[in-house]
């Protein structure tokens, strides 16, 4: 059997050093065949260190995605080109934005990507949060409102974009994919204290482009099965948007990283 563990929203900048070694002690103790981690695994100054301390503790194969809080203090461009760099020199690291398709198993694909909440659900226009995001990733940061939410879809459209080229690629080949990445893709996804967050968070916390090629593209393939796995609400939820569609979204606690799931797979 191929064992394949979900991880997500870590943050283990907030956790010291002695315990982020015995979770991933913990995690070796599954024994899994594949880590999936999406998404905030520290800051732009750690998250390099903290993805070798995994690779370095678990003895599988790794993919990642990032999240918004690997970008804080640092630029999207330069810790993409920093663990792209991490992943030509550790190998069983394997950022799936720079990926096409992953094979988990004889009949499980893998794709995945970052995502990014685009500003397209709920009323951007009226919204008065503020996220960390808008000050402390420098692409974000010091830009009025209509230029962020132009930053914002940009962002949301590069990510549905690999989407839509490598999810079609992967049902062609495998009767189940699994798709990776931090932001919830539709609003039914975006969970918050088992409540779907309302027009105030939404734009902040959703990504519909995705969302959209996702919609778009499954009903074409009503013979595949496609999991989603997302994070950053750190709320637990679960929908069903088509029949061969199902959406986890994982939860989280700052100081507390937790297994979300682990699922096992026929190797042939």
């Avoid at 409102?145 to 549905?160: F, I, P, S, V």
């Amino acid at each position: 059997m191929i064992r394949v563990l979900w991880l997500t929203d870590l943050h283990f900048n907030f956790v010291a050093p002695r315990e982020i070694d015995r979770f991933l002690m913990r995690v070796e103790a599954e024994r899994p065949d594949w880590v999936l981690v999406g998404g905030d695994i520290g800051e732009a100054h750690d998250v390099g260190l903290h993805l070798r301390r995994i690779a370095a503790r678990l003895s599988g194969q790794i993919a990642f995605v990032l999240g918004n809080h690997d970008y804080y203090r640092g630029s999207i461009a330069g810790v993409r080109g920093e663990v792209a760099e991490l992943c030509q020199q550790i190998p069983r690291l394997m950022y799936l934005n720079d990926a096409e398709v992953v094979e988990l198993a004889a009949n499980v694909g893998l794709v995945g990507h970052d995502g990014w909440a685009d500003a397209r659900v709920g009323d951007y226009e009226r919204s008065d949060v503020m996220l960390n995001d808008y000050r402390l990733i420098e692409e974000l940061a010091y830009v009025g409102r209509a230029e962020r939410r132009g930053l914002l879809e940009k962002l949301g459209d590069e990510a549905a974009a690999h989407i839509r080229r490598v999810l079609p690629l992967a049902l062609d080949r495998y009767e189940h994919v699994m798709l990776l990445t931090h932001v919830p893709p539709l609003r039914e996804a975006c969970w918050h204290d088992g409540h779907i967050s309302d027009d105030e968070w939404s734009p902040h916390f959703t990504c519909l482009a995705v969302g959209n090629a996702i919609l778009e593209i499954m009903p074409q393939w009503p013979e595949r099965r496609l999991t989603v796995l997302c994070g950053h609400t750190h709320s637990h939820g679960q929908c069903q948007p088509l029949e061969n569609v199902e959406i986890f979204t994982g939860e989280a606690r700052y100081g507390s990283p937790a297994v979300q799931q682990v699922w096992e797979f026929e190797e042939d």
